[in-house]
């Protein structure tokens, strides 16, 4: 399918497809950073039903993806029907009822602002299928418990606890805007549920238990995971009142006309004069609005996500959370859109004389009709047709084909680094490059969701040097200073280094920029071959570099107070000594001794050349330890934290006289061809795992290499197992549950008038 995001979602399908026929619904694939965790941080039920649409009607994933989006698009309608029919009109006749519905529906379907917001039919064309999926079931799960609030039945509860937990196991951010939508519910039927408070707490800790799978891995291992960039959104007024609208008008005042008048022209030429209408009287409705119980709950709910479309702050103050601040603003514009006839009808009672109900939402029905015909989501998006293949020219296709069979040529388990542009003036999404290299059978740099891996927050910084035009990945971690403010005068190649030292043997572009970047490293970068606009390059150590065995860093609060050794604390010294032994024409891998690797010291110390010890202050303790150390035939050097940074010339000069001290070795002994990212819920059974500089997996045998062993890590399915069993049992019981009460969302025409 063609999409921003699209094309990675498929991919992500295949894998489940793959790993679930082993009886697990997390695991490990080399789709993306050259090997890393899937579904852990990005729940797999929406993969796990297009798995089912696959196996159901013998189609292939793609076809399966296709018809789940199709799927998705009408279950997402008919959620807004019955969320509005449940609060608002289900007291009005089946007619009326109906029309205020389609209103509805299509208020929301018809919105044509920037599709990154994730919003509608532009948003889930951009990929934010699963978003809208969830979304669908959080509102029928406050329609299920809202329906046990007028008519307690525990049926009903029970729905309620399994679909709840079925919003979990399908997107994380839409999980975290259900929990603050079922808030803003308890609190406005506050009364109620404190006389019930038991069935409450009952109920939450059922979903807590249903979910604990889910939660455990992402708290788990959330440290492994790049917290979000903050960027750019479209501003939110524009977007509803029609982006096309605004970029007509500002083509128009570039050739002279005044831009609010074209603007207000173009507003009512194109029938979006009805969104502006909705706003105006939004605005002077609202205390009406408020005050009115059927429609306070949603109107609370579409100020708090309007409020966070706008602003980062929550965000920043809960970052392993992940909060996209842009993306509440379709849960906002859903809540717009059902409270779109409820407005329409305060405003109408108002002038019921002049305007009389049926007959004026009937024009606002053929108005929204008239807009939905018109209006092509796709070829807006720039997108000639939804499916990917048919939006591609001839010769895009005989391209696309061509680079398969040349990335198929380069050596087994080689790692790509792709240069990623934020443009989808190829191949339709910036994110081509991941079905491209699956189909290739090529490991993956980089990957799909931003915060899937910390590593793409390496990347990001080490761009700084030569290769900044690529596009920024999420993170809001940024050293960029502090690495600009440590390089040499020339830069020998840092992110080259850097690329290297992950097991990066190739670089793939297109863009003049990379064409620059290529010229001006071109002692350190040979052409492998070209297809078109592409190069692929293979990356060269640099002749004048010297090579020395790995070096440990080790953290005197680990030595004296047992603490642990951060994840990302490592990973931000290690990448600032680099600079250092860069600068001084050294390369080596820097390896993190951890609390657990205490005991096996022993085991580790021959693997290292030297092991550095970083201290917060100078104590003689620490310097005793550094001498017990070189008893032992190992060099080591105390650095203090703060000085790393702060003290440039004292640390190059101290990290000089250790390098000087330790004999030099063949780059070739330290091959990183073919290296994992760094997880500590892999096993290696015949040796020990290390976390390296580049947030890849450092591998020590603890056997002889005449016995010849496998040095192979890998993953317990035990855990995989019980996710997959918490999961199917939740959709088990939900779809138990609602066949025995035959709920009432079934049928449009059976609720209570």
Excluded at 73 to 93: A, D, E, H, T, V
Excluded at 555 to 571: V, W
Aim: glycine share 6%.
């Amino acid at each position: 399918m063609s999409g921003w995001d699209t094309p990675g979602h498929v991919v992500l399908a295949k894998e489940f497809a793959k790993i679930i026929e082993n009886g697990v619904a997390i695991g490990w694939s080399d789709v993306w950073f050259g090997g890393f965790p899937v579904f852990y941080f990005y729940p797999p039920f929406y993969y796990f039903l297009v798995y089912g649409i696959h196996s159901i009607l013998l189609i292939p994933i793609e076809f399966a993806f296709s018809i789940s989006v199709f799927i998705t698009i009408c279950f997402l309608g008919f959620s807004i029907y019955q969320f509005g029919n449940q609060f608002f009109w289900k007291r009005y006749p089946l007619q009326v009822r109906l029309l205020l519905g389609m209103i509805s529906i299509l208020f929301y379907f018809n919105y044509a602002g920037e599709g990154l917001q994730g919003t509608s039919i532009v948003g889930i064309i951009e990929g934010t299928v699963i978003s809208s999926f969830t979304h669908a079931l959080f509102f029928f799960a406050v329609i299920i418990i809202d329906r046990y609030r007028i008519d307690p039945n525990r049926k009903r509860l029970i729905a309620f606890v399994s679909i709840s937990a079925l919003v979990f196991y399908s997107h994380l951010l839409s999980s975290i805007f259900y929990l603050l939508i079922l808030f803003v519910y308890f609190v406005v039927y506050r009364n109620f549920w404190i006389q019930h408070k038991r069935i409450l707490v009952i109920s939450l800790f059922s979903i807590f238990f249903l979910i604990l799978p889910m939660l455990y891995n992402f708290f788990r291992y959330s440290e492994y995971t790049s917290s979000v960039f903050y960027g750019y959104s479209y501003p939110p007024i524009l977007s509803i009142l029609s982006r096309d609208v605004y970029d007509k008008a500002f083509k128009a005042s570039q050739s002279g006309e005044n831009l609010t008048l074209a603007f207000l022209i173009e507003l009512l030429r194109s029938g979006r004069w009805l969104y502006l209408f909705i706003l105006i009287a939004l605005t002077f409705q609202l205390r009406n609005l408020q005050n009115n119980l059927r429609s306070r709950f949603i109107t609370i709910v579409l100020l708090i996500f309007f409020w966070m479309s706008l602003d980062y702050s929550f965000g920043y103050i809960i970052p392993n959370i992940k909060i996209h601040n842009y993306r509440a603003f379709d849960t906002f514009f859903i809540a717009f859109s059902i409270l779109t006839p409820f407005l329409i009808v305060f405003t109408l009672r108002i002038q019921k004389q002049l305007l009389p109900l049926v007959p004026s939402l009937f024009f606002i029905l053929i108005t929204q009709v008239y807009l939905f015909i018109i209006f092509d989501p796709f070829r807006y998006q720039e997108y000639n047709s939804p499916l990917w293949k048919e939006a591609r020219s001839k010769e895009e296709l005989q391209l696309y084909d061509r680079l398969i069979f040349r990335l198929k040529t380069l050596p087994p388990n080689s790692i790509v680094q792709p240069e990623i542009i934020k443009s989808k003036a190829v191949f339709g999404s910036p994110h081509f490059w991941i079905p491209l290299f699956y189909q290739s059978g090529i490991k993956n740099n980089l990957g799909l969701t931003v915060e899937s891996s910390y590593y793409s927050t390496l990347v990001f910084n080490w761009q700084s040097f030569g290769f900044v035009h690529s596009f920024r990945w999420g993170t809001d971690i940024d050293w960029r200073d502090s690495l600009v403010y440590l390089k040499g005068n020339n830069d020998p190649g840092y992110y080259l280094d850097f690329l290297l030292r992950s097991g990066v043997q190739y670089l793939m572009g297109f863009s003049p920029d990379f064409n620059e970047y290529i010229d001006k490293q071109r002692n350190r970068l040979s052409v492998f071959w070209e297809e078109g606009p592409f190069k692929i390059v293979k990356v060269l150590p640099n002749k004048n570099t010297k090579y020395v065995k790995p070096i440990g860093l080790l953290h005197a609060d680990t030595l004296n107070q047992n603490k642990e050794y951060g994840y990302q604390s490592f990973l931000r010294t290690s990448n600032l000594l680099q600079m250092y032994l860069s600068n001084l024409g050294y390369q080596t891998k820097i390896i993190r001794i951890n609390r657990e690797n205490i005991s096996s010291l022993d085991l580790i110390l021959p693997d290292l050349s030297a092991l550095i010890l970083i201290s917060n202050d100078n104590q003689l303790g620490e310097q005793s330890w550094l001498q017990g150390l070189e008893k032992k035939g190992k060099p080591g050097l105390l650095l203090v934290d703060s000085s790393i940074t702060s003290s440039k010339m004292q640390t190059e000069r101290s990290l000089e006289l250790l390098l000087k001290e330790l004999p030099k070795t063949q780059n070739e002994q330290y091959k990183t061809i073919g290296i994992q990212s760094y997880f500590s819920a892999k096993n290696f059974e015949n040796g020990i795992i290390l976390l390296d500089d580049s947030a890849k997996e450092f591998q020590i045998p603890l056997r002889p290499e005449s016995q010849n062993v496998n040095y192979i890590t890998n993953m317990s399915p035990l855990s995989g197992k019980i996710y997959l069993g918490f999961m199917l049992f939740c959709l088990v019981l939900f779809c138990v549950v609602s066949v025995l009460t035959k709920i009432a969302y079934f049928s449009f025409s059976n609720v209570k008038k």
